[in-house]
């Protein structure tokens, strides 16, 4: 199956926060019903990051720049890595990769136990309180298996986000990104290609990564080799001992305790 | 890129129903997958409707089952937004249902009024009433400003209006509807009759 | 809209969404297209894919300016000064669309040598001082070559046919030309002359837009001035809410009719319409001064009878010589079968207007002085969309009985809640009315493209709500009971109102929908169009230029069979027309003016662009043509007419009006004023603001001392928000997507005021004060202006007290409740205010 | 006649013995994330119940010796003053034979111990040890909304190798402990039965502690046969 992926080319998008809402209306989560519960984070961008009703979050960056404001948008989600350490780490199978590229959350199967979140080198995925399981894009595999697009990439007014085989999405983000510093964008650069094993998850960033805060040279953390190295460890360790003490077992057949020394030590007292 | 857009609407009434199956069959074959009954469209009404915020005229596709809302997104086939809805428009199912920040479930958002309601003199509250106490009461309070304060002619010169009573909106209305509003109005004899393009 | 309405003949977006990838270059500028249309972007981007390069101009940067080619700063208010420049740019550099100005313009005609501008005083001619107003029939007129009387023997002949109210038909007064454009009175030269003022460094200095960024600004878009190119301009309320506001958009106009940028794909101005249908209710006439299709409420002065009327409002020549034909088919919907010619058609039934202002403004000044005792709000909420809010809902408080149908729970329903607010001293009695919602009811909406568009029901409303119509209905039904059962001041007026509304019973809006398209009075058949509306009371149709929508006889209750309700997708010619996808208004033409798409002989300017083509012997098209294009005979024979320079049909010159007389109240060219509040003076002309604005001497207004109050302000709209709130705050995603009030300001500004991001600030004038965060943000910059720093900050205005889950300040308390000379439309968008940190 | 030693008190017994449930419970609840089979196995509800189970055991497994603690302060100080106490050369003897002895029984003669032998004090030591981390973490995670994820991984870290080290002793404990292993019989009455143990039993295991207790005699029972 060929692998699809997502391409967020923010030098297109309004930051009109289409995606991010309509990511909410089609997976059916809330926000909070209460008067006045929300953050003002100081600039346009709706919330310091992602949280358990929250799977995609638009970015705002801004800074005075020689040639003017480089006001940066960025596009929040999970990146669908080809190496996802969620996967690696998730112990119930909730999390898996599809053939698609798609790492799927199937939160029916999610236990809660926030491995994933711990070791997502982006920290994408976020506990829900609410539910008590993890919460992250499933790159909408539920409406890809329908011939729909993802929520986020339909909804888009501005065309900025588009869905397709990842290696058409690549070329285009090259392409895209060969235009930019055509145009004097000369920052401009292409994020997912090898990242992580290659990502499904594509943009091209207008001002370089860091503007629009992506993450250069992502690592899954050390963290994560603890959780693999764990589960056999203690496996091993236990069955190790168990092995000893039986040995133990076997070779003490027959021992009766000489309760006799008791009255013996005594009389010699 | 990718996936072709369907001709998923039929328009063949006011509203229309599209199974799964039918969802299936309007696909390209290598698309055609058993469908999941988790599928969030199975067996939901779709109707189409025209964005209420920007005047971007943005075409919508509101899914609904046993009259309950189901998904509002945009409308491919739309020549204009192709699919497309901003934030505004991506919420449009928030002005009828929200999803509780509890229990996830689906609640008709908690602020939306469901009764006629007055407010007395002096008071410091509101009252429900039902709506034909509203209606009547309404059309009292319209009839006295008018007959107190109207004017039939002046200087000779029939005027027939009454100046005492003004109407706002209402732009957030359909064209029917808008059009009646100043007709009702000018029925009145009002000159006060204003709307949000004056703004 | 007179602006438009004034140059073009029609009041509207002149082309369409889809069009602007047809643009060379778009310019967006007085709308914040990104954010508030965010759906153009998909447009303006599939220009750029082509090429094209996109404008913005914009006091502060916005999330448009991050998209665009080319970002240009302009203190709020001083875009005349920017058109003018540019203008003055394009004559002297010869940039302009020579053979379409010559012909498709009123370039060549000659001006009454009486007509003046004075820079020292900034009046045109005729001013009268006593008035506050111009006369604007005395000096601002043609030179007359010849007194063309209607031919009612021939094509006029309608006007004295049987059953017609008897009115003089009015003469067409030719105007003097000299096509050579040499003539020192003719509109060229006048032009020439009056913009010779605005030069580089004197816009540069007054908008504080450096003079280089105004050179590449004004050498891009002057670029399209070549026949082949075209540019767009967007616009929305940045243009309109000024004190010289239609002035804004008529220079728009003017410009592109110089670069010949009118009447074709990609080109055009687009006025970006605030609200969902505030195109359609506009075209409806919820307005104090037009009647459905745009024509003029009666006034007791001008027009007592029926044929003062006629005689007053017919335009001598173009296509609104019709105009009685729609004025009396709109009677015959109004009154039905009470409407007679023995009774002028009901004429005297509609309302006359006196000499009060009866505009937004307007109303709430007359609840002050004791006229308005009841109101009904309908979907709107003035407590905070009105400007000077804070005294708008003061009188709210004066009021007898208030009712407000929404969906929510809004600050004018609850004014007696607002913080501060004493319950119990306020006598008003409230009705609020539970509505539903867009997908909870059936009905049209027009969007800025004038494409009307069918919503379905997908829902029911929650609770008890039900639909704006149902409630008129049932309100009309108890009012006629009453005026039947008990009478009172003139019962006819509202009893005899023609309602046939309902099918089995229950309120039909589909019968509404018939009767605005209109129908033969004989057989109640559907009109094809309004070609085909009568002036003796034969035919009935509420809105002509609706007619067409709903026309469909085989299926008159099924909105899906009527062109309304097409969904074609077909595209002839690739240029986004999509002719079989809804109705546009008129008669389903895409982009009006179209005649001007091509040259003298009918060849489109741009190949690849072609809306009409005349080949020789007939006009192939692929848009609906808006010109006299062929002449069907009786027995079905089709002749076309060959191709001649009557490009804009909806004025009598027949071009478009450089010079526009007719219309205008404040000069037939734009001319620069400062705000009404403004830190800086006007360095153009002698006068500071606009002599004909209205209500300056409001004692509401409370004018702040710019020594006092030396920051320019502004407010706008945030893509998350949308208007007062209402429909916003109330959705808690769009809550949580931008929670809180907040005003914008430059790092210039907070360092001098102490403030940091994220503080809480007061923002204050005489007519208010309010507290919220400050963004402080290298994207508000202060400006230069003629050597002096002025700052700008600028504020949302979607937050208020009332229902929902975001809460915050309303930033109307603060704007000034003066309106444009021409409309009304208040001053949001500059004036002043103060800072300080909280 | 037979003399006894009262060795652990009715307290003691309690908090022991509630732990020892819980630990098993939280071992079986936690399974869940252990064998990606069990979950697969026994479907969504063992997942939903596995979750239930877990919380509810953690709060007992963390509050129980939390009210012990103020209930019985001393008991607490004493058991500390036993987990470090010094080590003299019996300790050292007896770890360096306890590898013999293991297989050996029958022909190792263990050196006399003071109140805790000196092996179990490692083990009771590293017990406490991880079972304080693994509750203190169990909480972290039990935020995990509110904890950021660098937080949350090192408190999952921690969780695991606690558990780690908690599984592996616990299999010598119990073996040991609960006297499966035949020197060692009997022993499962200490914590499991009256607490109280033969003098014979004593004087075997902790030859020190049986001097000193019965010298002392407060703790020492005497029965007389019928």
């Known amino acids: ?269 | 890129m990718g996936v072709t857009r369907r001709d998923f609407l039929r328009l063949s009434g006011a509203a229309f129903m599209t199974t799964a199956i039918y969802e299936l069959t309007a696909q390209s074959s290598a698309l055609a997958v058993e469908m999941d009954q988790e599928w969030k469209l199975v067996n939901v009404d779709e109707t189409s409707t025209i964005c209420c915020y920007c005047s971007g005229g943005c075409g919508t596709i509101v899914s609904a089952r046993d009259g309950e809302l189901v998904n509002i997104e945009g409308d491919v086939d739309h020549p204009i937004n192709r699919g497309g809805l901003c934030s505004k428009g991506s919420s449009q199912f928030g002005v009828n249902s929200v999803y509780d920040d509890k229990t996830g479930d689906r609640i008709i958002n908690p602020n939306r009024l469901q009764k006629p309601k007055v407010r007395r003199a002096g008071a410091t509250d509101w009252e429900e009433i039902s709506w034909e106490q509203a209606i009547d009461e309404i059309a009292a309070r319209i009839k006295k400003t008018r007959d107190e304060n109207y004017e039939a002619e002046l200087d000779g010169v029939t005027v027939n209006r009454c100046e005492a009573i003004a109407s706002f909106g209402a732009a957030a209305l359909d064209n029917e509807e808008a059009y009646i509003v100043q007709k009702l109005g000018r029925g009145l004899g009002l000159t006060y009759i204003e709307h949000q393009a004056r703004i | 809209m007179s602006g438009l309405g004034t140059t073009f003949g029609r009041g509207a977006m002149t082309n369409h969404f889809a069009d602007f990838k047809n643009a060379d270059v778009v310019m967006a500028i007085g709308s914040n297209n990104a954010e508030n249309h965010p759906v153009s972007m998909a447009w303006v981007q599939e220009a750029r894919a082509k090429g094209g390069k996109y404008i913005v101009v914009d006091p502060r940067f916005t999330r448009s300016a991050a998209l665009a080619d080319i970002y240009a700063p302009l203190r709020s208010g001083t875009d005349i000064a920017f058109y003018g420049g540019l203008m003055k740019y394009i004559m002297d550099n010869d940039l302009w669309q020579k053979e379409y100005v010559t012909n498709y313009t009123n370039a060549s005609f000659l001006v009454s040598p009486e007509y003046a501008f004075d820079d020292a005083t900034g009046l045109f001619s005729s001013w009268d001082d006593a008035a506050g107003a111009y006369d604007t029939k005395a000096t601002w007129k043609y030179q007359v070559a010849e007194e063309k009387p209607w031919d009612t023997a021939g094509a006029f002949a309608w006007a004295v046919a049987d059953g017609v109210p008897e009115f003089t038909p009015p003469v067409d007064k030719v105007a003097l030309k000299d096509l050579t454009m040499q003539d020192p009175n003719c509109v060229w030269q006048l032009m020439r002359k009056h913009y010779e003022r605005y030069t580089p460094e004197v816009v540069s200095k007054i908008t504080g837009c450096p003079k280089e960024k105004l050179i590449e600004v004004w050498a891009t878009f002057a670029s399209t001035g070549a026949a082949e190119k075209s540019g767009t301009i967007l616009y929305a309320m940045g243009q309109t809410q000024h004190t010289y506001g239609s002035q804004n958009v008529r220079a728009m106009a003017v410009l592109q009719l110089l670069l010949g940028n009118v009447g074709i794909a990609g080109g055009g101005i687009n006025a970006l319409r605030g609200e969902a249908n505030v195109q359609g209710s506009t075209d409806m006439a919820v307005l104090s001064h037009i009647l459905p299709g745009y024509f003029a409420v009666p006034s007791a002065v001008k027009h007592p009878t029926l044929r003062s009327w006629l005689e007053a409002e017919t335009l001598p020549g173009g296509y609104w010589t019709n105009k009685p034909k729609f004025l009396i088919s709109m009677l015959k919907e109004f009154y039905g079968p009470y409407a007679t010619l023995e009774n002028d058609f009901a004429y005297d039934m509609l309302p006359k207007l006196n000499a009060i202002n009866h505009t937004h403004i307007g109303v709430f000044e007359s609840v002050g002085a004791g006229t308005v005792k009841g109101m009904m709000c309908w979907g709107q909420n003035p407590a905070v969309g009105g400007p000077n809010s804070g005294f708008e809902r003061e009188m709210l408080a004066k009021l007898d009985w208030l009712l407000a149908v929404d969906l929510w729970e809004t600050e004018t329903a609850s004014f007696w809640k607002a913080p501060g607010v004493d319950s119990a001293s306020i006598q008003t009695e409230v009705f609020m009315l539970p509505a539903v919602c867009h997908f909870e009811k059936q009905g049209s909406i027009s969007n800025s493209g004038r494409w009307i568009q069918w919503r379905y029901k997908a829902v029911d409303g929650p609770g008890e709500s039900r639909d704006d119509f149902e409630i008129l209905h049932e309100l009309f039904l108890k009012l006629k009971e009453k005026y039947e059962v008990e009478g009172g001041a003139n019962p006819e007026q509202i009893t005899q109102l023609y309602w046939p509304y309902e099918t089995d019973g229950h309120a039909d809006i589909t019968k509404v929908a018939q009767g605005i398209n209109g129908y033969t009075v004989a057989d109640g058949n559907l009109v094809k169009n309004f070609t085909l509306l009568k002036a003796d009371g034969s035919t009935a149709s509420g809105c002509w230029i609706y007619s067409g929508y709903f026309n469909n006889n085989d299926a008159p209750n099924d909105p899906t069979q009527q062109p309304t309700g097409a969904r074609g997708k077909e595209d002839p010619g690739n240029l986004g027309l999509y002719p079989n996808w809804s109705f546009s208004w008129p008669v389903n033409r895409r982009i009006v003016y179209n005649r001007a798409s091509a040259d003298l002989n009918g060849k489109p300017w741009s190949a690849e662009k072609m809306l009409v083509e005349w080949t020789g012997t007939e006009w192939v098209t692929n848009d609906v043509p808006d010109f006299g294009y062929k002449v069907v005979a009786e027995d079905g024979t089709v002749t076309y007419t060959p191709p001649n320079n009557k490009a804009f049909i909806m004025l009598p010159e027949l071009g478009g009006r450089l010079w526009g007389a007719g219309g205008m109240k404040d000069g037939p060219f734009p001319e620069h004023y400062e705000p009404f509040e403004s830190p800086a003076t006007n360095l153009l002309n002698g006068r500071q603001s606009n002599p004909a604005l209205t209500f300056g001497s409001a004692e509401s207004v409370k004018p702040g001392d710019p020594e006092k109050y030396p920051i320019v302000c502004t407010t706008y709209r945030v893509t998350e928000h949308w208007q007062t709130g209402g429909m916003t705050r109330n959705v808690p995603w769009l809550a949580e997507a931008m929670p809180a009030m907040f005003v914008e300001m430059s790092e210039e500004l907070a360092e001098e005021k102490g403030i940091a991001n994220k503080d809480m600030v007061r923002v204050f004038n005489e007519r208010g004060s309010l507290e919220m965060y400050a963004i402080v943000t290298p994207r508000f910059k202060p400006f230069d202006i003629d050597g002096k720093i002025v700052h700008q900050v600028g504020m949302p205005w979607h937050w208020g007290y009332g229902s929902g889950h975001a809460t915050g300040a309303i930033a109307n308390d603060l704007t000034p409740n003066v309106g444009d000379a021409n409309t009304s439309i208040p001053e949001y968008k500059a004036y002043l205010v103060n800072v300080e940190k909280v | 006649m037979t003399r006894y030693i009262q060795r652990h008190s009715r307290l003691k017994r309690w908090v022991h013995g509630i732990n020892t449930v819980s630990c098993f419970a939280l071992i079986l609840t936690g399974l869940v994330l252990f064998i990606p089979g069990v979950p697969q196995a026994f479907g969504e509800a063992s997942v939903a119940f596995s979750r239930l189970g877990h919380r509810v055991f953690g709060v007992a497994f963390v509050v129980i010796p939390l009210v012990a603690l103020v209930v019985a302060p001393k008991g607490f100080v004493h058991i500390l003053q036993n987990l470090f106490a010094k080590w003299d050369a019996d300790d050292r003897k007896f770890m360096a034979l306890f590898p013999k002895y293991l297989f050996a029984p029958q022909t190792t003669h263990m050196p006399p111990q003071r109140a805790v032998k000196s092996g179990q004090r490692l083990s009771d030591g590293a017990l406490i040890a991880a079972g304080i981390l693994i509750g203190i973490s169990g909480v972290v995670l039990w935020a995990g909304a509110y904890v950021s994820p660098a937080v949350l991984g090192i408190a999952l870290a921690v969780h695991d190798v606690c558990f780690g080290i908690i599984a592996a002793i616990m299999v010598v404990h119990v073996y040991l402990g609960a006297g499966v292993w035949q020197p060692y019989r009997g022993l499962v009455r200490l914590m499991f039965g009256n607490g109280r143990v033969t003098e014979a039993e004593a004087r075997y295991h902790w030859g020190h502690w049986a001097e000193e207790e019965l010298a002392r005699g407060t703790n020492v029972i005497t029965e007389y046969a019928e």
């Open chain 1, 1 to 269: 199956m060929t692998e699809n992926a997502i391409l967020y080319d923010s030098s297109k998008c309004s930051a009109c926060k289409g995606c991010q809402v309509q990511c909410k209306q089609w997976n059916n989560l809330p926000s909070s019903l209460g008067k006045d519960t929300n953050e003002f984070t100081g600039s346009y961008q709706s919330m310091a990051d992602l949280n358990g009703d929250t799977r995609l979050l638009i970015g705002f960056d801004e800074k005075a720049a020689d040639g003017g404001i480089e006001w940066a948008f960025g596009r929040r989600s999970c990146f669908h890595c080809t190496d996802p350490t969620c996967v690696s780490v998730c112990p119930s199978g909730a999390l898996s990769k599809l053939d698609d590229g798609t790492v799927r959350l199937d939160s029916s199967k999610c236990i809660g136990c926030k491995y994933c979140t711990a070791v997502c080198p982006f920290e994408v995925p976020k506990y829900r309180a609410s539910s008590g399981v993890s919460n992250k894009c499933t790159l909408c595999d539920d409406r890809t298996t329908a011939g729909r697009e993802p929520a986020c990439v339909q909804t888009c007014p501005a065309a900025a986000l588009s869905y397709g085989p990842r290696e058409d999405v690549i070329a285009a983000g090259k392409v895209r990104v060969e235009e930019l510093k055509t145009a004097g964008f000369d920052k401009a650069e292409l994020y997912g290609e090898t990242e992580m094993g290659g990502m499904h998850v594509l943009a091209v960033a207008k001002f370089g990564l860091e503007a629009h805060g992506y993450k250069r040279n992502p690592k899954a953390p050390t963290a994560a080799m603890i959780f693999d190295l764990m589960r056999p460890l203690t496996a091993l360790g236990v069955a190790g001992i168990a092995a000893v003490l039986s040995v133990s077992f076997l070779a003490s057949r027959g021992y009766e305790r000489p309760d006799a020394a008791v009255d013996a030590t005594k009389e010699e007292n």
